[in-house]
């Protein structure tokens, strides 16, 4: 087997970085230079994802912004605690499931848009853990914004496949040039965006939530008929919340509560725990099999209770609990894929009954585009976050005299009445962004997500057990080739239906594929590097203080140590 240049158990292209005093993996290299430099004036690993939150805003428009939302996740070593914050926002006030039940919810436009949350998140945490001021971690993204950079392939081949940018007057000022999409090597100049960062450094939370930008947002929404008004924007605000965390093998994996899918990874971690993932060898056709049937029956589990816990009651400790896994992985034929299978009875593992309602029967039977990084400063703390506009460049509209591309978050909802995560006014539909941080004997010993939608959970799922079980270094892990499971009725995106299918990059031997599809499995080979998904992954050795990162080939991601 070649195992590249950079390979020393695998395959790899890319060489793990190493760093001491910080280390930054981000989806687009001016963004991790703008975390490192922020960590080089002596900021918070908090500072640093600032920087490069901001910064990916504007050098991956497509992927999250302002207009957007997201989950952070921040272990300040200092005290030994980890913390969550959930800055996904919900859906307007006057988002009704009438609204939209005769037409359905749209792909694009106004009507797609929930309540933007992130800045309420990033000045929640900057408030917590910050230690340079607001102004200075934004000050990279400000200058990207206003004197332009060049955008690369994969951002041109994203502006030219979205006709919908065109059609809106203030985003085809800014990703067009006269109705021509930007080429590779165009400056990308945003000089509203630039303002507006600016106002958020000056004025906080109500320089985006109430005022002249806030204003600006409604009057958008007015002109294209949505339904987002000052008052959604004027009653937002993040909120802190604590992780859920199981024990595997020697390890113990936190991720998000819900809304996020956090726990889905979890219960798939649960399911699995049992075999020997060593023995049956990493990306075999065994370990695969095996991971797939374990996501099946998660994400079963994951329609029938996962919603907004403000909303409707999750069985957390049920689902997550080593019980309840060790009964559910009885429905795992070591030979045979299942054709069918149906949410189990967490309730009984948490000592109560089922509450009476929606969304506790059988599920009936697009990509998302966001972004992951992860930081890691020189004194141990972390920070893994996720942010995301939905699909790519989201509703499409940018809101004049902001720079603001607005989300189209509302096209995760159900419209199903008994569906548990079916829309409601001021309801935070479920997410799939999952942000991992692991530890060994109290030590942080790896960072690591990625953007994807449904494959997310699946992506880290991969990547962690062939770190964790396999020995794999973070860059063979990261650059494995990654399978897709297809499970029709769970697919978060409209209109939730989707073929039944496991998706394999054709990177994987041939006797893996022959394996799966003898399990029954219907294989679909895609392009080599195709699978959805950007990981980035920081390992840390606590006996040095050593910090390697990797970031995904598949995009335009960068690892960059100090």
Known sequence: MVLGPHGVHAEAHRPVVAGRRGMVCTGHPLAAEAGVAILRRGGHAVDAAIAVAAALNVVEPHMSGVGGDGFSMVYDAEHGRI???????????????????????????????????????????????????LATDLAPAIELAEEGFPISYKLAQAIAGDAALRECP????????????????????????????????????????????????????????GLLTTDDLAAYRASWEEPISIDYRSFTVYSAPP?????????????????????????????????????????ADREAYLADPRYAEVPIAGLISKEYAHERRRLIDPDRAASLVAPGNPWRY???????????????????????????????????????????????????????????????????PDHIDCLEPGKRVRHTMTPVMIFRDGRLVLVCGTPGADTQVQSNLQVITLVLDHGYLVNEAVEAPRWRHLQDGTESTV???????????????????????????????????EAVGSMVMIQVRPETGALFGAVDPRRDGYAVGW
């Not at 309602?357 to 141990?380: I, K, L």
């Open 83 to 133: 913390r969550v914050m959930n800055a996904t926002g919900p859906a307007p006030a006057r988002a009704t499931r009438e609204v939209y039940v005769a037409g359905g919810i749209p792909m694009k436009g106004m009507r797609s848009v929930s309540v933007p949350g992130l800045v309420s998140g990033w000045l929640q945490i900057h408030e917590a853990y910050g230690r340079l001021p």
């Open 170 to 225: 203030a985003a085809r000022a800014v990703f067009t040039r006269d109705g021509r999409p930007l080429a590779p090597g165009d400056l990308l100049v945003q000089r509203d965006l630039a303002e507006t960062l600016r106002t958020i450094a000056a004025d906080g939370h109500d320089g985006f939530y109430r005022g002249r930008i806030a204003r600006l947002i409604q009057y958008c929404s007015e002109d294209q008929g």
């Open 259 to 299: 809304n996020s899918s956090g726990l889905t990874l979890l219960q798939m971690l649960n399911l699995i725990e049992a075999d020997d993932l060593a023995a049956l060898g990493p990306n075999s056709a065994a370990s695969v099999h095996l991971m797939v049937e374990a996501k099946r029956l998660a994400f």
């Open 350 to 416: 948490q000592g109560q009954a089922p509450p009476v309602g929606r969304g506790r029967r059988p599920p009936r039977s697009t990509p998302e585009d966001t972004t992951c990084f992860a930081v890691v400063d020189g004194r141990g703390n972390a920070v893994c976050q996720l942010q995301s506009l939905q699909s790519a460049f989201g509703s499409s509209i940018v809101v004049p005299g902001t720079g603001i591309l607005l989300n189209n978050r509302m096209t995760y909802w159900h419209l199903d």
């Open 495 to 529: 209109p939730h239906r989707c073929a039944d299918e496991l998706l394999l990059e054709e990177r994987f031997p041939v006797e893996v594929q022959r394996g799966l599809t003898a399990r029954g499995h219907p294989v679909r080979l895609i392009g080599p590097w």
